[in-house]
Every structure is written in C-alpha cells, then in structure tokens.
C-alpha cells in the first residue's frame, strides 16, 4: 500500500494543494471591521490574502485512521483535523486556527449524529471539543449532542456551532451529511422530506443557527456509498476511505463528499448508478437557497495526505 507520508515540516511547506480547475484564490474569512486579514505568513503555508466567492474545503487522509472492525484511532484523528485546520486558516498551530473561529466566551454546540449503524463517533467529537477548549472555551460552556438540541440549555444558548457528522447515502435525502445535519433544529423534521429533503438548506436560515456555525466537519473516514431501503444499512456498502472533508462553507463540503460517493459508486458498479433518491438539495442549497457553493469550478479543494484511492 503506497501512503503519502506528510510530516509536519512537509505539511506546513506544501499546504496549497488545489486540484487543477481551482485557480490561486483566498478564503472567504474577514477580519475585525470587513478587512481582509493578511500577514507575514512562512513561504507555503496557505494564507487568507483576499476575499474570494470560492469556497475552500481540506480533504485530510490517513491510511491509520481506520484499523481492523472499523476502529478508529483517535490519535489519528486528532492529527488530521489539526492538519486540516492549519491549511483551512493558514497557522502554522492548531490552536491558532481554531481561535479563529471561537473565543473564550462563547458557547458552542457541537452538532453530532448519533444513528447507530454510523454515528459521528467519540473520536472526531472529542478532537473538536479539546481543541475548543484549547482554544480558551471552558468544559461547561461545550455541549455535544444530536437530537434533543432544540431543549438542550448549551445549544439554545450557543454562539457558535460546530457541525459534524458522517457521510452516507440517505432515503429520504439521498445523501445524509453537513447540510442535512441540521435537521434535528426543527420540531418536526418530516417536514422538511418532501421533494426529496429539497428545502433542508432552509433550515440553515432559522433563528436558532443563523449565523452561527463556523465550521463543518463531512467525516470521511468508512462512509457508506449504497443504501436500499428507509432503514437499509449494509456492512458492504462501508469503506475504509480514511478521511475528513473540512470547510466552513457547507454546501462545498457536502458537494465535495458527494462527489467522492458518486466516484465510489462507478467503482463498485462500473455505471453511473443513480441513488435511490436524488441528492439535489445539495445544489438547491447553493441556487435556491445561496447558502453556499455546489458548483466544483468554485471550490478550492487542498488535499492532504494519503493519496491512495483518493478518488477526486
């Protein structure tokens, strides 16, 4: 198995490494007051030098992530988020990206998924809520929860919110990731199912997470490609991708998750196989309801590590 060994030496010196159609764009972050945030950043690592309509999204891989039964090693796990915050911010330390986006006196939610058959997972969760707390937030203003936010004393109260979840095919939305993450925010979420969960980017607008969420995490790391059914789930339908896909534009990362799915699924199938149900919220999030980017041309995708059966 051939791995693409990126130390943090080699990390910090080749941190931009967009596919071919992105172009040199910045990261659509400002700084205090609407000015562009720029400075004295090392040769190579990715810097924020203007404000851009692309969207940047950091696909992490590491061939160690996942262990036999679909372990995962948290120390792992920490490392490729670390690295994916570095290239996202351009810092040169973890703790200095995720000051970027939350500050000693917020309270920040922490979206999870709890579905049984693929959940968020302890790992990815507690790599979030310690590099929050490193970053000056105090245990008892982190909440990590899935359902039941809308009653939860953390989530009504959060200043920020961190949106994490597992990537899969979905029944009723085709596709299950950042963007439908968010469907617990509502009372009743079979409202939102019709046309294929078309309007699930509408809920991004409501009250309780307008203007709240500062980063979404698609984990990557054994998604699941197929799926038959309301409540199908296989075990052959998971592979051991060994990924994190991280953003703060969540129709880029869920764009960019979807893109790989479909890739796995000509591999497996040898076709373009349709998915039991259309995932074009995903690109009516971006024209319908502007709440990010969809379109591959204006997303600026740096890929880190394992390079073996990247598939995108």
Known sequence: MKKAIVSRRDFLRTAVVAVPFAGTVGCCCIGKGGAVKTGDTPAGVATITQISRKSRVVLVRDAKAVGGGRAIDAGVVQMMLDQAMMALFGEMNPVAAWKRIVKPDDVVGIKTNVWNYLPTGSELEQAIKRRVMDAGVPESKIGIKDRGVLNDPIFQAATVLINARPARVHYWAGMGSCIKNYIMFVPKP???????????????????????????????????????????????????????????????????????????????????????????????????????????????????????????
């Not at 699941?224 to 052959?236: A, C, D, L, T």
């Not at 309801?289 to 390079?307: D, F, R, Y």
């Open 190 to 312: 079979s409202e939102y199912h019709g046309d294929a969960c078309a309007d699930l980017a509408a809920i991004w607008s409501l009250p309780v997470v307008k203007g709240k969420t500062r980063l979404n995490i698609l984990s990557m790391l054994t998604p699941q490609f197929h799926n038959v059914g309301p409540r199908g789930f296989s075990e052959k339908y998971l592979w051991t991708y060994g990924g994190l896909l991280v953003g703060q534009d969540p129709v880029a990362v869920d764009a960019t998750g979807y893109r790989i799915i479909q890739a796995r699924r000509r591999q497996e199938f040898g076709e373009d196989k349709p998915l039991e149900t259309s995932a074009h919220h995903i690109e009516l999030a971006d024209t319908r309801h502007k709440l990010g980017v969809s379109n591959p041309a204006q997303i600026e995708l740096i890929k880190l590590g394992w390079e073996e059966g990247l598939l995108i």
